[in-house]
T-cell receptor
Framework: DAKTTQPPSMDCAEGRAANLPCNHS???????VYWYRQIHSQGPQYIIH???NNETNEMASLIITEDRKSSTLILPHATLRDTAVYYC?????????????FGKGTMLLVSP | NAGVTQTPKFQVLKTGQSMTLQCAQD?????MYWYRQDPGMGLRLIYY???????DKGEVPNGYNVSRLNKREFSLRLESAAPSQTSVYFC?????????????FGPGTRLLVL
């Protein structure tokens, strides 16, 4: 699976959009981009995933560049409860078994 | 529907003691996983079980054994605990492990080895 690069930390004001970048320049054509988050002391929580089209669900939006070398997770109206470590993971999804590889992620701090 | 449950929540061991961490899921998932997380680090895969009756090593399997007792349960055993195994242990499950579907995580077990 391709490696990802994320900033170690980001700040965001409550109510504003949080835009978390991820670089995955070695991504292959059959690799999906996944986002998980981990709120302090809890298990990781799935947020969203995508292949090449932009995706949106009740939690967030995922914007993937046309060349698929980077993506951005958008939390449209960040709240204090969105303070967490956010992990960007790329993973092969159509050729056999694979597991998730977690890096160090981005620590997002949402402030009042 | 409890999702993924783990017991115990906390445990303190002395070096050389043994213990088993328990994990159960009620989502009828085929695949289950054990991760450890050390301070300031991401999660690292210890062992996984693609389906009932199979287990495979992950990134950091040394010092651990696992048992896939049935489809619901996947246990992690430390035969002779060492201080380096002080960590937070997370169990996860997914429908099959193929095609990149979502993994669901338990609340974690915090282990301190003195």
């Amino acid at each position: 699976d391709a490696k990802t690069t994320q900033p170690p930390s980001m700040d965001c004001a409550e109510g504003r959009a949080a835009n978390l970048p991820c670089n995955h320049s070695t991504i292959s054509g059959n690799e999906y981009v996944y986002w998980y988050r981990q709120i302090h002391s809890q298990g990781p929580q799935y947020i969203i995933h995508g292949l090449k089209n932009n995706e949106t669900n009740e939690m967030a939006s995922l914007i993937i560049t046309e060349d698929r070398k980077s993506s951005t997770l958008i939390l449209p109206h960040a709240t204090l409860r969105d303070t967490a470590v956010y992990y960007c993971i790329v993973r092969v999804s159509n050729s056999g078994y694979s597991t998730l590889t977690f890096g160090k992620g981005t620590m997002l701090l949402v402030s009042p | 529907n409890a999702g993924v449950t783990q017991t115990p929540k906390f445990q303190v061991l002395k070096t050389g003691q043994s213990m088993t961490l328990q994990c159960a899921q009620d989502m009828n998932h085929n695949s289950m996983y054990w991760y450890r997380q050390d301070p300031g680090m991401g999660l690292r895969l210890i062992y996984y079980s693609a389906s009932e009756g199979t287990t495979d090593k992950g990134e950091v399997p040394n010092g651990y054994n696992v048992s896939r007792l049935n489809k619901r349960e996947f246990s992690l055993r430390l035969e002779s605990a060492a201080p380096s195994q002080t960590s937070v242990y997370f169990c996860a499950s997914s429908e099959s492990g193929f095609r990149g579907e979502t993994q669901y995580f338990g609340p974690g077990t915090r282990l301190l080895v003195l």
